[in-house]
């Protein structure tokens, strides 16, 4: 995809580092067939914070800026996105291959040592952690009186469905994309949910995009606690994924009465929390091809 270009004054100036998405290797299939197939990329890149190492994430390489900066959003070691001087990007700079993000800001962080000395590995996959005491922020966050009809739920998988994406080419990967009602206003692809989402995140901020009620996040991985969370922090009051949902996520989506919605393929989903956000229309479901209504 393409992005729009930002003024100086204001944004961080970010890189555009580029990588190969995919690799040809030689395969063979269940007939004993040698045949050519792509694999998605997988690289490691390091994250600097005013010359401070902060943590190394497993990604695809496709928008490593953006995945960097909804990092920083999401871990709340940024709160603004203005804080932000620069994000570099070099993928030859590194050790043992590994890319390297420097991220520069006006005036540093405040007590940065201790805010990424507590950390708590998770579910995630690519790099799901989270730093301090995330969960005891979530009683603070307020989400918009979003609703998601049956009929818009199926626009939004139809719309996925005909998203041309790496996992058709190679597999092995992970999808996120942000919907306004059944517009998909970006889609990205990780080889770990977790980037992808933070990706998502960097974007909106880059954007000045804010969430509303007709804010719905799509994933095509599990929805686990810090999902959820993630989520939550980007104002998104409905989420569907793929996949289905974790005890904790479960529980953390009902505390914060998001609507979340699993299992979600073709005309299948369950509806596991918030299902007052959920307008059911089971007609839909039946055989015959669905109408999808403006809802």
Not at 1 to 25: C, D, G, K, N, W
Request: glycine share 10%; hydrophobic share 40%; with cysteine.
């Amino acid at each position: 995809m393409s992005f729009a270009s930002y003024p100086v004054s204001s944004l961080p100036r970010l890189t555009q580092a580029h990588a190969e998405l995919t690799r040809q290797i030689d395969v063979v299939n269940e007939h004993g067939v040698h045949e050519h197939t792509s694999i998605p990329a997988e690289r490691a890149l390091t994250v600097y914070v005013d010359k401070r190492e902060i943590v190394t994430l497993m990604t695809l390489g496709a928008h490593p800026e953006l995945l960097v900066l909804g990092y920083l959003r999401n871990q709340r070691l940024v709160g603004d996105v203005r804080e932000v001087e620069s994000i570099t990007v070099d993928w030859d700079a590194g050790e043992d291959g590994a890319g390297v993000a420097a991220v520069k800001t006006h005036h540093g962080i405040a007590d940065i040592a201790a805010r990424t000395e507590k950390r708590v590995v998770t579910t995630g996959c690519g790099q799901g952690s989270v730093f301090g005491d995330l969960m005891g922020e979530i009683d603070h966050l307020v989400l918009p009186n979003a609703r998601i009809s049956q009929a818009r739920l199926y626009g939004l998988l139809n719309a996925i469905r005909l998203q041309e994406s790496t996992y058709k080419s190679a597999g092995s990967v992970h999808g996120c994309a942000l919907f306004s009602g059944e517009r998909m206003q970006i889609f990205v692809e990780d080889v770990g949910r977790h980037n992808a989402i933070d990706t998502i995140a960097g974007w909106m901020w880059m954007n000045g995009v804010v969430a509303d009620a007709d804010s719905i996040f799509y994933t095509t991985g599990r929805l686990t606690s810090e999902m959820v969370m993630k989520s939550a922090q980007m104002g998104v009051a409905v989420v569907v994924s793929r996949s289905g949902i974790t005890q904790m996520g479960y529980d953390v989506a009902t505390r914060l009465q998001l609507c979340t919605i699993g299992r979600a393929t073709n005309k299948h989903f369950l509806g596991y929390t918030a299902l007052e956000r959920l307008q059911l229309q089971p007609e839909l479901a039946q055989g015959g091809v669905h109408k999808v209504a403006k809802a």
